[in-house]
């Protein structure tokens, strides 16, 4: 369960603060639980009355403060959600005004600030009495490997299972957007049974992401030797470039021959200590230890410069008159030759 789980657990028990500040580089967690406020804290006759919706760009602190204070209208909270707070603190006084509302916060009011792409300098005198009044939430970016356990742990929490390939085809497709991500799952959520064991041909069948020609598929045909079943997916997805855009294979494969070279410069190369050294799930050190097999180190160097040459070659230089199909068809006869 991750901190702001358990955060919204808190909240569900009657744990309640009067001032959430949100921040950081993850968007999802920081709307994850603004929206659990917005939608659970007060009861829907209270929303109209006691519940404010405002945007830092719209709205000044000793306003802001001002309506804190204030005493709510039927209830026994009101709830002030001030989203986009990155662009409410422009002057020396805007923190003045919140320190000094922090030294006495009104137990009537609970105060959320959405701190988006942002975090408090934690040496202020401003963060410290957050700590002591209330919740500082910093919501941080997912590596690939964290976002493969956070799909794991919420199809759990959905009440399903899935298989480490379909979590990774999701993660191809869609990035480490878990805003994007969290929307396909909770859309298979709603199809599949209940305890339903998610696998590449459900993903396939409900998201649109083929099974068997997908980023997944390449690195594994790449990492393996099987030419052939490269050159397919290639072709594949030359022949659908909008849903397989070449600079997203291009950086995947990147990253895949980057890992590589992390390990072949290991010196203690067992399954869970090259995963935490590479930031990989230790599922798919085995691919590594495959790939390490037919690709040296030497070739790996090399097959990097190619991948930057070809990344060049996607965003118009240096490609002349190359279609995405010759640049990929080019790529992939470097690197497995």
């Known amino acids: 369960m991750n901190e702001a789980h358990l955060i919204i657990e808190d909240l569900k028990n009657g744990v309640i603060k009067p001032v959430y500040f949100l921040s950081g580089e993850e968007p ?4 994850q639980i603004s ?23 719209d709205v000044n602190l000793p306003d802001l403060i001002l309506q804190a204070r204030r005493f709510p209208m039927i209830g026994d909270k009101q ?17 003045e005004a919140l320190e000094s509302y922090l030294n006495n916060p009104a137990d009537t009011t609970v105060l959320v600030f959405n701190y988006k792409y942002k975090k408090l300098d934690k040496r202020k005198k401003i963060y410290k009495q957050i700590l002591k009044q209330g919740v500082y939430f910093e ?16 199809v759990k929490q959905m009440g399903h299972s899935i ?61 393996t030797g099987d030419y ?32 590589l070279f992390v390990y072949h410069s290991l010196n203690d190369k067992s399954q869970y200590a090259a995963a935490k050294a590479m930031g990989v799930n230790p599922y798919f ?24 040459s070809a990344d060049l070659k996607s965003k118009g230089l ?16 470097v690197l497995m030759h």
């Open 139 to 154: 919501s941080k970016k997912l590596y690939e490997s964290d976002t493969l356990k956070w799909i794991v742990a919420t």
């Open 163 to 223: 298989d480490m390939k379909s979590a990774q085809m999701l993660i191809d497709f869609l990035g480490t957007d878990l805003a994007k991500i969290y929307n396909e799952l909770n859309k298979l959520n709603i199809i599949i049974s209940p305890n339903t064991a998610i696998t590449p041909e459900i993903v396939e069948k409900n998201i649109g992401i083929s099974k068997d020609y997908n980023n997944f598929e390449l690195k594994s045909a790449i990492a």
């Open 318 to 333: 240096s490609s002349g008159s190359m279609t995405q199909k010759d640049i990929l068809n080019e790529l992939l006869f």
């Open 285 to 308: 050190v085995k691919e590594y230890q495959t790939a390490a097999r037919r690709y040296p180190m030497k070739k790996v160097t090399r097959n990097i410069a190619a991948l930057k």
């Open 79 to 95: 709830v002030i959600i001030v989203k986009e707070a990155q662009h409410l603190f422009k002057k020396k006084s805007d923190h």
């Open 228 to 259: 052939i079943k490269a050159q397919k997916i290639i072709n594949y997805f030359s022949a659908n470039p909008k849903e397989h855009p070449i600079v997203v294979t291009v950086a995947i494969l990147y990253n895949f021959f980057r890992d």
């Open 28 to 31: 999802f967690f920081i709307d």
């Open 35 to 57: 929206q659990y406020i917005e939608n659970h804290l007060l009861p829907e006759t209270a929303k109209g009355f006691d519940q404010m919706i405002v945007y830092g760009l």
